[in-house]
């Protein structure tokens, strides 16, 4: 619920961006733009002095807490996985936590050094989210498949990450500066057929679709070739996926159930050992349906607003 209500908040605020897009359209028609990534930042130079005073102000604070509340919690996170899973699990284990506390500040500033680092090489916004899409999604094959499927092992998991994230690089164009180390569609893009090209170059759909594919493929052979996760491992996992979260119900050990809450019952569509895909509940059911009309009514009020 929680999860649904907030993405729905976003969509609400993606039609104010939008409809901000259209009054840029209207404003800027007829000038020459050298970087179409500044117009937000021109509007408000343009639009808020003549609207009321301390609004350039109001704006910038406005902007800038909303991109430090994403960005310190993912430094945290970053440096707090670095730090755990690999530092102190493999490089220097059995330190004090003192150590590791200053270790996880240290690799904090590096990530936010190396987050500037990255924008600053960025040509635009645009280039800057494609690389997120890809990367996001190409993370998603073995969360998705580990979510449904008992059989997906940890090989299987790292065997398709690794095969998608080469063919990302393969199908790309690597390059530091001015020196190219690598363009794909310098070699291939007169090789492929038109329909997966974009201005002579591979489409990013097309891009995606193929290094998703052969990575559910990796993932699904050597997940069957490789040994099982251990079935008392599997049945804390699906165990809390399952079971619903109660009223003043204490913390636990991460995927364990607190002392006393019996586990859900296993209710999937199919009763073969290894799916994990669950079967739909009349609540899911009306919530999915409520979902889809919200975002039917999102677009009706686009609609109305711009008529």
Not at 64 to 84: K, R
Not at 158 to 172: I, K, V, Y
Not at 260 to 282: S, W, Y
């Amino acid at each position: 619920m929680g999860v649904t209500v907030g993405i729905f908040g976003k969509r609400i605020c993606t039609v104010a961006w939008m409809l901000t897009g259209l009054c840029a359209v209207a404003i800027y028609a007829n000038a020459k733009l050298e970087n179409i990534d500044l117009v937000y930042a021109w509007m408000a130079r343009d639009i808020l002095p003549d609207i009321g005073p301390g609004l350039i102000g109001l704006f910038i604070a406005s902007m800038l807490a909303s991109v430090m509340s994403t960005c310190d919690s993912l430094m945290v996170v970053a440096s707090a996985l670095f730090t755990e899973n690999i530092y102190r699990k493999f490089l220097l284990p059995g330190k004090a936590d003192k150590h590791y506390t200053l270790i996880g500040r240290i690799v904090s500033a590096l990530i936010v050094l190396f987050g500037i680092l990255f924008a600053f090489s960025l040509e635009s916004v645009v280039e800057g989210l494609e690389i997120f899409w890809m990367v996001s999604a190409m993370m998603g094959i073995a969360f998705w498949l580990g979510l449904f499927w008992r059989r997906t092992t940890v090989a299987g998991a790292w065997a398709a990450t690794l095969t998608s994230f080469s063919l990302l690089l393969l199908t790309s164009k690597i390059a530091f500066g001015d020196i190219v180390l690598w363009d794909f569609n310098a070699h291939f893009a007169d090789k492929l057929p038109a329909f997966m090209l974009w201005e002579g170059e591979l489409y990013l759909p097309w891009q995606m679709i193929i290094y998703l594919t052969i990575g559910f493929v990796v993932l699904v052979v050597v997940s069957l070739l490789t040994r099982r996760v251990p079935a008392e491992n599997l049945d804390r996992l699906y165990n809390c996926l399952r079971t619903p979260i109660g009223p003043n119900e204490p913390e636990a050990e991460p995927f364990t159930l607190p002392a006393g809450v019996q586990p859900g019952p296993r209710n999937t569509l199919t009763k073969h050992p290894d799916f994990e895909i669950p079967r739909p509940t009349l609540i899911g059911v009306l919530g999915f349906l409520l979902a889809w009309l919200g975002v039917g009514l999102l677009i009706g009020a686009v609609y109305w607003i711009i008529g």
